[in-house]
């Protein structure tokens, strides 16, 4: 496999985004180009999580770490969503999830998803969350200005396979005021119990998968989910799920090294450091 956001759509998809291009390389770089409540309840417990607290969430996602099944269209699962190139009668390529931002319209993927460096921002594309089968149950949000690393941009720099877009609003509404939205999380260390949610381009549903990361190396984040194929690039890896707001924090994207992985089996992510905060500030500035 040489791209997860590609995957089985493999050479027919190539041809569809011929005009819009995909790659990857390795190598540091820089700055961003841009194209352009809950009422108070008990500690641990919130008022409407039926006493579910983040650390019974944490121990029931334990009792089956590293097991892929379809994800249930829960309000979270919601957040994610698939790529496709126009409208959601093509082929999806890739995924994206809804993150928090003062513009109430930012999403994140893999900067492979949307960037190429040679031939620069992919036109075209839409985020569908939420999709099934067919379903576009929360709407068709076209992409308008994409922000990248200059690393990324230059070089296709693993340590910065991400990228922030806005899309635009449906109905005088935000993405972010009609699903909610997770929160981005920068620093937060190697290991984390975190849940992946994403399309494969195979399958008009998503899958999720639990398990706790590992370091592959300073700059990237490693986790073992099995059927992780092509199409679940820009997949979010969430944690600290609050039952109070039913949101998480995103933590990492499927892409990274290899793109994501030459296995289905292990993914990879961007660590998200100091250079990915910079790149958010970039986005919503």
């Known amino acids: 496999m040489t791209m997860r956001g590609t995957g089985a759509a493999g050479a027919a998809l190539a041809l569809v985004l011929a005009a819009a291009g995909c790659t990857t390389a390795a190598g540091p770089g820089g ?28 121990a029931a996602a334990g009792r089956a770490t ?13 957040l994610v969503g698939a790529v496709f190139t126009r ?3 093509g082929d999806h390529f890739c995924t994206a999830s809804v993150v ?6 930012l999403i994140v993927t893999a900067a492979h998803c949307v960037w190429d460096p040679k031939l620069g921002r992919r036109g075209d594309l839409v985020f569908v969350p939420g999709y099934r089968d067919g379903d ?16 990324w941009n230059d070089h296709a720099d693993p340590d910065m396979d991400v990228a922030f877009a806005v899309v635009q609003a449906r109905n005088g509404q935000q993405v972010q005021q009609v699903l909610g939205a ?11 119990p975190v849940k992946i949610t994403g399309y494969p381009s195979s399958s008009g549903v998503p899958i999720t998968c639990a398990n706790t ?3 592959q190396s300073p700059t990237q984040l490693r986790i073992d989910c099995p059927d992780y194929t092509g199409g679940t690039s820009g997949s979010p890896w969430v944690t600290d799920f609050d039952p109070a707001t039913r949101t998480g924090t995103v933590v990492g994207v499927i892409g990274g090294y290899q793109e ?18 910079a790149l958010y500030d970039r986005a919503t500035g």
């Open 182 to 192: 997770n929160r981005l999380g920068v620093n937060q260390g190697y290991r984390l």
């Open 66 to 78: 590293g097991v892929t099944r379809t994800a249930k269209p829960t309000v979270l699962n919601g």
């Open 100 to 105: 928090d931002s003062a513009g109430l319209n």
């Open 87 to 89: 409208n959601a009668d």
């Open 136 to 151: 576009t149950p929360s709407g068709v949000w076209p992409l308008l200005a994409v922000t990248v690393d200059d690393g």
């Open 31 to 58: 700055g961003a180009p841009t194209v352009t409540s809950a009422p108070p309840a008990a500690p641990g417990v919130s008022a409407d999580s039926h006493g579910w607290s983040r650390q019974r969430f944490r």
């Open 213 to 215: 990361t590992t370091r």
């Open 260 to 277: 994501g992985g030459d296995s289905p089996d292990t993914s990879y992510s961007s660590y998200f450091g100091d250079r990915v905060q």
